[in-house]
């Protein structure tokens, strides 16, 4: 494919029209661990698989999900250290707003300022793209909120999605699953049998991350023994 | 004589039941010399937000372009307006990037917040924000205007009795500043309508 002869420089755009290195930053996303959201009438639930490469991994020291603000949280699939530094932006452009308005900063604000620093690594010179897709959930004025975060810049709200190795399956299940009206506990059920379906191996709270954010506005993260409550209730 | 007394300025901003008030003389001076006397102070920000800027009026009118400026871009950003209490804090920031080169202004903020609550609020050339339950003042004629308003004032006033009091401390504290006067610019916002009325005073 001519294609691949434009897949060096990354400002370059390939004849069919396309900018192959955020393709390939896609297909870097496309085989991180799964990682799903689902918004619910009354919040938000995150999740993803938390799989490391070795049972002597101190899996306490791994946080896949991280708070924003308060009231906001974001979830990845893709490469972890690309995820670290957008966490790192993200806030400090939130706090800037805050610094300027003394407000929380509107979920879609910080979403839109994360999407442009992303779209910024596609368009400047010795950079490269970010190998991650960020799922954001907050809970603001407007709502629960739930947008997707591509290596593009492009961003998308869903009521429920899913990214990484397992993508098409989960999606599948979320379609059939998802209803307008559910509850956040009914979310984080839904969420837990989704990422349950292309799971290898035995599922516990030590091995998936769950993320929330209610009407109290606060997010945070599941303990492991929270995870392993709502499994059991699952099963 | 000081940068601030250049011009020439009155402006206060009072608080009633369910409303505000925000009022300004009409003079623009060159020290002793009467420029103009239909020179307009208070400036709209959106339906439920006005400033009034007293102080030297180049920077008084360049800060109200870059607030207005602000303002759209958040408008169009955000979809909705600001809230009187971020902007306060939006020309708190502004005022304090130019530390060492400030702009000769000294604000007045006044607006209707969630709720249609009446905020009012005044900060000096840098940005140091005062918050006030019943009015703020500001210009050459502050000191007088703290006093008539001190003894004029009374809570929750209904919008008529607000500008008649309004009006009298503004007149009144007008009359003992050479450097503000002919005449005055008042207007009374309620969350129902914007009443916008000019007063003549002492001409001089």
Redesign the interface.
């Known amino acids: 494919m001519g294609d691949s002869q434009y897949s060096f420089s990354l400002t370059t755009f390939s004849p069919s029209g396309k900018l192959v290195q955020i393709e390939y930053a896609l297909m870097a996303v496309g085989s991180g661990q799964t990682s799903l959201g689902i918004k619910a009438a009354n919040g938000v639930v995150i999740a993803t698989e938390k799989k490391l490469p070795s049972i002597l991994v101190d899996e306490a020291s791994v946080q896949k999900i991280q708070p924003l603000t308060t009231n906001i949280g974001v979830v990845y699939s893709g490469m972890g250290p690309d995820f670290r530094v957008l966490v790192r932006k993200s806030r400090k452009q939130a706090q800037q707003y805050f610094r300027l308005y003394k407000e929380q900063i509107p979920v879609t604000q910080l979403v839109r300022e994360t999407a442009a620093v992303m779209q910024e690594f596609t368009q400047s010179g010795g950079v490269r793209p970010f190998g991650v897709s960020l799922l954001v959930a907050g809970f603001d004025d407007d709502g629960p909120q739930l947008y997707q975060v591509d290596p593009s810049g492009s961003y998308f709200s869903w009521k429920a999605s899913a990214m990484g190795k397992n993508v098409s399956n989960a999606k599948t299940f979320l379609e059939k699953r998802y209803t307008d009206d559910m509850e956040l506990d009914d979310a984080v059920h839904t969420a837990i049998l989704t990422l349950k379906e292309g799971f290898e191996g035995q599922i516990s709270g030590k091995n998936i991350e769950i993320g929330i954010i209610g009407t109290d506005r606060n997010f945070r993260v599941l303990t492991p023994a929270e995870i392993d409550d709502y499994l059991a209730e699952v099963e | 004589m000081s940068i601030f007394e250049y011009n020439g300025s009155a402006l206060i901003a009072m608080v009633g039941k369910n409303c505000f008030a925000i009022a300004s003389d009409r003079r623009l001076g060159v020290q002793l010399q009467t420029i103009a006397t239909d020179f307009q102070r208070i400036y709209k920000i959106h339906d439920k937000l006005y400033i009034g800027l007293s102080g030297l009026a180049t920077d008084a009118q360049t800060l109200y372009q870059r607030l207005f400026f602000r303002h759209k871009l958040y408008q169009l950003?955000?979809e909705r307006d600001?809230?009187p209490?971020?902007f306060a804090?939006?020309v708190s920031?502004i005022l304090y990037e130019k530390r060492f080169g400030p702009y000769f202004c000294q604000p007045v903020i006044a607006g209707l917040g969630d709720d249609d609550k009446p905020f009012i609020c005044t900060m000096d050339s840098i940005g140091a924000k005062e918050l006030a339950k019943d009015f703020v003042v500001a210009g050459t004629a502050s000191e007088s205007l703290y006093g008539a308003c001190e003894s004029m004032y009374k809570p929750d006033m209904e919008p008529e009795e607000l500008f008649e009091t309004v009006s009298q401390a503004l007149l009144s504290s007008m009359d003992r500043d050479c450097l503000s006067g002919w005449g005055g610019h008042v207007f009374v916002i309620t969350p129902t309508e914007v009443i916008e009325r000019t007063l003549k005073g002492r001409m001089d």
């Open positions: 950003r955000e600001m809230k209490e971020t804090n939006l920031a």
